[in-house]
Every structure is written in structure tokens, then in C-alpha cells.
């Protein structure tokens, strides 16, 4: 989690990428046909936004603006990252 100077809360989705965390609505698994169906309804409608620099999806963010962010990290990593725990570590660097 990274705090810009204007209180914008953004978390890395993978490969410098970044999303403002007070849009995402739900981080899910792609695998289930719902999820598909919603990642090429996203496509079409041109609300798809590629952050896997190539790599396999392996968590879908879902957005207030109905976006949907693929992303090649893990559900779980990108979750963690929401919490104020991790802000505290970043303050180290």
C-alpha cells in the first residue's frame, strides 16, 4: 500500500502497476466460467485493462467504475496488500 501526498491510497497489482485502492470492489479467482464470461464482457465493452505484462492471470480486480484489472499476482498477495500492516514495512525502505 503507498499513500500519495493527496491521501490516495494505491496498491501494486504487479510489475509497477497500480490501482487506486478506495475504487476496487472485490479481488477475485479467475478460473470459474462467471469470471471468464465477465473478463470478455469487459473486453468487448472496452473496460479490460491488461496488467500481466504478459504472464498468466491469476487474480481479476473488480472497480466501482466497472473496470475489471487482470493481474499475474495471486488473490491472496494482492489482498494483503490492502492491509495497514503492510503500509507500516514500506515505511523501512
Known amino acids: ?23 476496487v470492489i472485490a479481488v477475485v479467482a479467475p478460473g470459474s466460467s462467471p469470471m471468464k464470461r465477465l473478463r470478455e464482457e469487459a473486453g468487448e465493452r472496452g473496460k479490460l485493462i491488461d496488467a500481466t505484462q504478459g504472464r498468466k492471470t491469476r487474480a481479476i480486480i473488480i472497480t ?3 473496470h475489471i484489472i487482470l493481474s499475474a499476482l495471486q488473490v491472496e498477495t494482492i489482498t494483503q496488500r490492502f492491509s495497514p500492516e503492510q503500509d507500516r514495512g514500506s515505511d523501512k525502505e
Open 1 to 23: 500500500m503507498k499513500r500519495t501526498g493527496t491521501g490516495l491510497v494505491l496498491i501494486n497489482v504487479g510489475f509497477g502497476n497500480v490501482v487506486s485502492a478506495a475504487r
Open 64 to 66: 466501482d467504475s466497472d
